[in-house]
Each structure stands twice: as C-alpha cells, then as structure tokens.
C-alpha cells in the first residue's frame, strides 16, 4: 500500500504519525512535510480530514479510557487481611492518557476542541476595556 494511503487510513483510526512511519516500508517522516503536504493540494485538504477524523476517535477513545475500571483497585495483604485500595499508577496513567489527547485535539482543532475563554463579566476583557477608556479620556483632558 502506498504511503499516502497508510496515513489517509490510519490517521483516523487513531494512529499518531510516528507510529504510521515507523512501519517497514514507509518513507521518511519529514517528506511528508517539506514535499507532499505543500505540493499536493488534494492531498493536503485528504490529510487535513484525515487529522479530524482521528480527533473524533480519540474523543470516543476517551470516554472509553475514562469509562474502563480495569486494574483501578489493587488487593493488598496485611497479615491474614486483604483489603483492595487504589491503584494510583494505572489511574494516573488514565488521566495522563486523556490528558494528552485533550490537548492535541485542542491544539489541531481549537475552535472545536480549545479551552473556552470568558471574556466578559467585571473581571474579564470589558472591565480592561473601561479602565484603558478612561485613562485615554484623561489624556485627552490634558491636552
């Protein structure tokens, strides 16, 4: 299969570039940069969707990361006593997980998957806005 192929297929199903290239066969990464990518319109607007696409299933991904229990308890033995207690390894492990999809999907797509900022309300952009209009206000009084 050709390279251009195994990215249009892959990148949706979740893979990450690195692991796309690292398979035997496929050319080197920084092609896909400096020549496909800027001299293959089509293949641009392609691989752009393809990056989408990956967003949507990694957000599924991690209802399922978030959603699977496995290992989240771990039995522990004092004396002839059991007791189960966290495991904080493997949810560490999940929130690291989620963590970093979150903040890829919000950096490749920020208007869909960005941190919202509010901007409005006493301690937000209006408030600066009514300070620096009054100081201009007192400049202009000045002159």
């Known amino acids: 299969m050709h390279f251009k192929q195994q ?7 979740g893979w990450t570039l690195r692991q796309i290239f690292a398979q035997d066969g496929m050319c ?3 092609y ?21 696409l990956r967003n949507e299933y990694w ?3 991690m209802v399922e990361i978030a959603d699977d229990g496995n290992n989240d308890w771990m039995t522990r033995t004092s004396g002839d006593t059991e ?14 997980r989620i963590e970093t999809r979150k903040w890829l999907m919000g950096k490749s797509q920020p208007k869909k998957y960005g941190e919202k900022i509010d901007i409005k309300g006493s301690q937000g952009l209006n408030s600066a806005w009514r300070r620096v209009t009054r100081i201009v206000e007192q400049i202009e009084r000045c002159n």
């Open 7 to 13: 990215v249009l297929e892959k990148l949706p199903q």
């Open 28 to 30: 080197d990464m920084a």
């Open 32 to 52: 896909l940069f400096t020549n496909l990518l800027p001299g293959n319109e089509l293949f641009a607007k392609q691989y752009a969707r393809a990056f989408e």
């Open 59 to 61: 957000a599924e991904e």
């Open 83 to 96: 007791v189960d207690v966290p495991n904080p390894e493997v949810t560490k492990r999940s929130q690291i």
